[in-house]
């Protein structure tokens, strides 16, 4: 990895983007600030550069680069990056042009950063949630695709405007929802749709209670474990509906001591419960979402389940244990024991022959989908709007349901539990217009 100024290397092909990734945190590097060589999270390889050096590799992306704010990191990060990729990985290059300058400090670099893209690069957010809709927003106006970690944005007027934008702009805003590319999840959203009206859903999303230091930063200040937690679920909810049923009310509840005995001032535990009206029939349907990041260490990183009851029929779907069981001596979650329940279908770190395999993970696929969406668009073989009508991607346009759910979540969570309802232009859309609280 290199620092500013960018690279001048030219396209690997004439359809290879040059990507920005803005956030060079756990997610995106792998490297979380603190920890020690042996001691890395459970993504120690990371995601999101590991993917794009990946897809360099292919001929699908050209120029990387990153942005963060904190430039001091950097060297620790490429250090990171070597370990963990570079030495593990063959044949990937980890050229990454990098903002700011090494040993500088500077909140705004992203701005710096996406002045040296064009119109139809892509850029890749990966920041904390109250901070996605500012650089989103300036990604779209210089005309860049952008792929936004859920929540896109935390509110429903921003979630407007930034859609407005990117159709001004003809680019697609597209939210990383990997459970979109889970072949259970994909499986069971397609079998949902013979099972009638939704009548019931319940889903459970965590993480260790390590998770709340790994976030100290963030947790509680600029968002909460509901905003990134039950996103997953929310959306796909959302997206099993498709266009069938809408969300009409929130009433959220939440647990609190565990965060607030380390001075983190955040709940430990939230539940959104949410009424859901069937449009071709007027009957409802309701669900529960529970998100958490307060779990003792066990055998997965993030327990993750839901429970779907359709008007004719009923899916269960446990998304930590595939049946997949490892042992070894010294290693694992389970204190003493090294027992840990293994989901390659996430991503498959495990080198095969010295080089990376992990490209059918949905992990994976979740961001080569964007990419080669934003190819298709800049070629003209497809449209932005033709996307928004697949429905198979999670576009800007056919998810503002779910960020209506997460900001009535926090509306009422703020409110002391009092219900919110959600708003429509007419009986039959499924796009929210606002949020109002509930008179009883």
């Known amino acids: 990895m290199a620092d500013a ?21 756990e997610y995106t590097t792998g490297y979380v600030a603190g920890q020690g060589e042996d001691d890395v999270s459970d993504k120690g390889a990371g995601v999101v550069a590991l993917v794009m050096f990946d897809l360099r590799s292919k001929g699908k992306v050209a120029r990387c680069g990153m942005a963060g704010v904190n430039g001091k990191k950097f060297p620790k990060i490429r250090k990171h990056m070597q370990r963990c990729i570079g030495d593990v990985y063959g044949g990937l290059d980890l050229e990454c042009d990098t903002y700011p300058a090494d040993g500088t400090v500077d ?23 109250d901070t996605h809709f500012e650089i989103a927003m300036a990604a779209v106006e210089r005309g860049l695709h952008v792929m936004v970690t859920k929540p896109v944005v935390k509110t429903l007027a921003e979630h407007t405007a930034l859609l407005e934008a990117a159709k001004a702009k003809n ?80 009433t959220a509840t939440a647990s609190t001591g565990v965060a607030k005995a380390i001075d983190i001032d955040t709940e430990d535990t939230i539940t959104l419960t949410v009424e859901w009206l069937n449009l071709a029939d007027g009957t409802m349907g309701h669900a529960v979402y529970t ?20 008007q004719k029929g009923e899916i269960t779907v446990d998304q930590a244990h595939r049946g997949y069981y490892m042992c070894q001596d010294g290693e694992g979650a389970a204190p003493g024991t090294g027992l840990r329940s ?99």
């Open 5 to 25: 100024p960018p690279s001048k290397k030219l396209k690997a092909a004439s359809t290879a983007l040059n990507v920005l990734m803005v956030g060079t945190g």
């Open 107 to 129: 909140s705004k670099a992203y701005l710096t950063a996406l002045d040296s893209y064009e119109k139809g690069d892509v850029a890749i957010i990966f920041t904390p949630d």
């Open 171 to 250: 680019v697609m805003v597209m939210v990383e929802v990997h459970k979109r590319f889970d072949p259970m999840y994909v499986d069971a959203r397609d079998r949902m749709a013979s099972l009638g009206g939704c009548s019931f859903m319940t889903a459970y999303m965590s993480q260790p209670k390590s998770q709340l230091e790994t976030f100290r930063a963030w947790a509680g200040k600029s968002s909460d474990i509901s905003y990134y937690l039950n996103s997953h679920h929310i959306d796909f909810h959302e997206w099993a509906m498709n266009g069938s049923a809408r969300p009409t009310r929130v």
């Open 291 to 310: 998100s958490s990041w307060i779990s003792p260490k066990a055998d997965v990183h993030s327990q993750q389940r839901f429970f779907y009851m359709g």
């Open 342 to 440: 293994v989901n390659p279908l996430f991503m498959k770190y495990t080198p095969s022959a010295g080089k990376f395999s992990g490209q059918r993970g949905y992990g994976y696929l979740s961001f080569e989908a964007f990419v080669d969406a934003a190819t298709e668009i800049n070629s003209g073989a497809k449209s932005v709007a033709d996307f928004d009508a697949e429905n198979t991607l999670a576009t800007i346009a056919n998810t503002m349901g779910g960020t209506a759910i997460l900001e009535a979540g926090r509306l009422s969570l703020d409110a002391g539990g009092q219900p919110m309802d959600i708003l429509y232009a007419d009986d039959k859309t499924v796009h929210p217009t606002a949020i109002k609280a509930h008179v009883f």
